[in-house]
């Protein structure tokens, strides 16, 4: 697969679009059993908002067909921009906790978990941000699910 290609489709059975979307980017030439895989969703309210966070329908269907390729599955997010709300209200929100459970994924507030500053030089400029040391040390596959 070429690292700049892109798949469209129109909605018309999201399983199935999803398992295509996965099967188009050769997944599971990817993914092994033994990966580590950390899936972050847009939740950027507290609730589902249509178009503005991530579908738990979407997350739901697509955690179904991660979860049995790979041993180990985490979804995660941290806390609300400026501390407006916590990724654990979120997490209820958007019914994580029960998906969560019923599909064998483990759930993680990232603005929890110990961290640790990472600096790099990007396009010139030193920046320094402070990231999970769960993103750094223990995931091998890092997928952001948007809409």
């Known amino acids: 697969m070429d690292d700049n290609s892109v798949y469209f489709s129109k909605v018309t059975n999201l399983k199935e679009d999803i398992k295509k979307n996965l ?5 599971k030439n990817i ?3 033994d990966s580590t895989v950390f899936v972050k969703p847009n939740f950027t309210f507290p609730y589902y908002k249509e ?12 955690l179904e067909i991660l979860k049995p390729r790979v041993d180990n ?5 941290s806390n609300g921009g400026n501390h407006s709300f916590t990724s654990d209200d979120a997490f ?9 459970k019923e599909i064998g994924v483990e759930l993680v507030n990232l603005s929890k978990l110990p961290s640790q500053k990472v600096k790099d030089n ?7 941000v ?3 040391q769960l993103l750094l040390d223990d995931v091998d596959c890092f997928i952001s699910v948007v809409f």
């Open 92 to 100: 209820k929100g958007h019914n994580m906790p029960e998906i969560c």
């Open 23 to 27: 099967e188009f980017i050769n997944w």
């Open 130 to 132: 402070e990231l999970p």
């Open 51 to 62: 178009g503005i966070t991530t579908s738990p329908d979407l997350i739901k269907y697509f």
């Open 122 to 128: 990007i396009n010139g400029k030193q920046v320094e």
């Open 31 to 33: 993914l092994k059993s």
């Open 73 to 77: 599955v985490i979804l995660g997010e």
